[in-house]
């Protein structure tokens, strides 16, 4: 197993944090316009409360993998939660502890910040990600609504 460094999003990674977020968002079948890349990247780097936070993995000093994640108040508690929103490693380094090690890093932040809870979502498709969930995370039997 190669090693894996986490760190947090650098300026200096823009151009490999868009490489690995188009990959992500391709997966997804989607598309952002270049203002969300440029407002999402800028947002990650302020280091202001509320804002998202990004993450990046490294193998051998290459970028592979990134996680996003926010975190906000709740009804139901007085600590913020927090929410991991994009998870993603280059296919050739998956099953190799990438997308594990990017998790506990959120879920490492999340206790330094004293938040309780990290949730995430993904489709219920995408198995090859559902198994590694299934390992470090809890199914819950909530189904997702949005408006139209």
């Not at 998956?94 to 330094?112: H, N, T």
Request: charged share 25%; proline share 5%; net charge negative.
């Amino acid at each position: 197993m190669p090693a894996v460094t986490i760190r947090p999003l650098e300026a200096r990674d823009e151009a490999e944090w868009r490489r690995l977020w188009t990959a992500y968002l391709d997966f997804y079948e989607s598309k952002v316009p270049e203002e969300v890349y440029a407002t999402s990247f800028a947002r990650m780097l302020s280091g202001a409360a509320g804002e998202f936070r990004g993450l990046i993995a490294e193998v051998d000093g290459r970028p592979c993998g990134l996680v996003h994640y926010l975190f906000h108040r709740h009804g139901w508690k007085v600590e913020n939660v927090c929410y991991l929103q994009d998870l993603y490693a280059d296919p050739e380094v998956r099953g190799k502890g990438v997308g594990r090690a990017l998790i506990e890093a959120v879920y490492a932040a999340a206790d330094a910040e004293g938040a309780p809870a990290v949730y995430w979502m993904t489709q219920e498709f995408n198995g090859t990600a559902r198994r590694l969930y299934d390992r470090i995370g809890t199914l819950t039997p909530f189904i997702k609504y949005s408006r139209p």
